[in-house]
């Protein structure tokens, strides 16, 4: 073989597992979760996943595993196109149909929660993985009781609070809204809808206005010292995971990177994904914060990006068959000229 022959082949074979490797690329998955008003997934990952501190989220530990709270900000639905209300089951809002997080669905009054008033409130949610989309957030009815399992009938109608493509700050969609007249626990639940893709995030978010009347729910610990009544100890206060909380637990997470898991065959909701290499987050990661205002809805993964990644293939693929075929005439002009 020539020497130009052997350049040719080795160009060839040097750039063929480039394009092999572009055309794996895949849009970067979304991830959130609310914390202002706090997700009851993460609480329970503030409070640490191996060892909660509150009654409830030790059940919900029980019932789904360790797994699901380092996976906190990962309770989607990867085709839900807009149609929640549609795919998700009554009983299931706060896992969204998805088996992995079935402890968020257990109907009991102590959960973790936090306390608002009626009126403007600045909501925060957690956007690990940034994207283009719009959020809605729901509240409950007068008379909820969180003894039941969650159905879309104990939801008002229509969302109190919308918004598409809020702006970020340090790591975080903030949003105004205005939260109707309301006393005692209640649960607000938000629908995140990427527009640049079918997926979809969920969150319940207990909360109580004014004093607890809901903490005698089902699965309540009685307070010590009650001298045998029926009298409930109060709910604990729902905490954000910290930055550094959230950091320390990356490697555990089997979500935080990019693609998705398996689809469930009722829902299509997402399971536990299996751990793959770090790759670089988009801009406005929990670990790249930005400047406050910067518009973070624009980044991230889209629905093109598979076709940059192929067209970048196609690059290489062609410049490398370009390359052969000149080295190959050059090759037999040699040969004919002799």
């Known amino acids: 073989m020539t020497a130009r022959r052997k350049v040719a082949y080795a160009a060839a074979a040097g750039v063929a597992p480039l394009a092999l490797t572009a055309l794996a690329?895949?849009?970067?998955?979304a991830h959130g979760s609310m914390t202002d008003p706090v997700s009851r997934v993460a609480a329970c990952y503030a409070e640490g996943p191996e060892s909660p501190d509150s009654a409830a989220c030790k059940a919900a530990v029980a019932a789904s595993g360790v797994q699901a709270f380092y996976d906190w900000n990962g309770v989607n639905i990867a085709n839900a196109a807009g149609k929640s209300k549609e795919i998700i089951p009554d009983g299931k809002l706060c896992s969204a149909g998805n088996d992995k997080y079935k402890g968020l669905d257990l109907a009991r009054g102590d959960w973790p929660s936090s306390k608002l008033s009626s009126g403007s409130h600045t909501f925060r949610y957690?956007?690990?993985?940034?994207?283009?989309?719009s959020f809605e957030l729901?509240?409950?009815?007068?008379?909820?009781?969180?003894?039941?399992p969650l159905k879309w009938s104990d939801?008002?109608?229509?969302?109190?609070?919308?918004?598409?493509?809020?702006?970020m700050e340090n790591g975080d969609?903030?949003?105004?809204?205005?939260i109707p007249q309301k006393s005692g626990r209640h649960l607000i639940y938000s629908?995140?809808?990427?527009?640049?893709?079918?997926?979809?995030?969920?969150?319940?978010?207990?909360?109580?206005?004014?004093?607890?009347?809901?903490?005698a729910g089902s699965g309540s610990s009685p307070s010590e010292g009650s001298g045998g009544s029926d009298e409930q100890a109060p709910a604990a206060e729902a905490s954000a995971p910290s930055d550094e909380q959230i950091s320390d637990g990356q490697d555990q997470s089997t979500v935080e990177h990019n693609g998705h898991g398996d689809q469930d065959a009722q829902t299509g909701a997402e399971e536990s994904a299996?751990?793959?290499?770090?790759a670089p987050e988009?801009?406005?990661?929990?670990?790249?914060?930005?400047?406050?205002?910067?518009?973070?809805?624009?980044?991230?993964?889209d629905s093109t990006t598979p076709y940059i990644a192929m067209g970048g293939a196609g690059v290489l693929a062609v410049g490398a068959a370009l390359l052969f075929g000149t080295v190959r005439r050059r090759a037999s002009t040699g040969r004919h000229s002799r």
């Open 138 to 148: 729901y509240i409950t009815k007068d008379g909820y009781d969180p003894s039941k």
């Open 173 to 178: 969609y903030v949003f105004s809204g205005n």
């Open 126 to 133: 957690k956007g690990t993985a940034p994207h283009k989309g």
């Open 282 to 301: 988009a801009a406005g990661s929990a670990d790249q914060p930005v400047t406050a205002g910067e518009n973070l809805a624009e980044t991230g993964g």
């Open 155 to 167: 939801l008002e109608a229509t969302p109190f609070a919308k918004v598409t493509d809020p702006k």
């Open 191 to 215: 629908i995140w809808q990427r527009s640049d893709s079918p997926e979809a995030f969920y969150t319940c978010s207990d909360v109580v206005f004014g004093a607890d009347n809901g903490s």
């Open 25 to 29: 690329i895949s849009p970067a998955a």
């Open 274 to 278: 299996a751990p793959e290499a770090n």
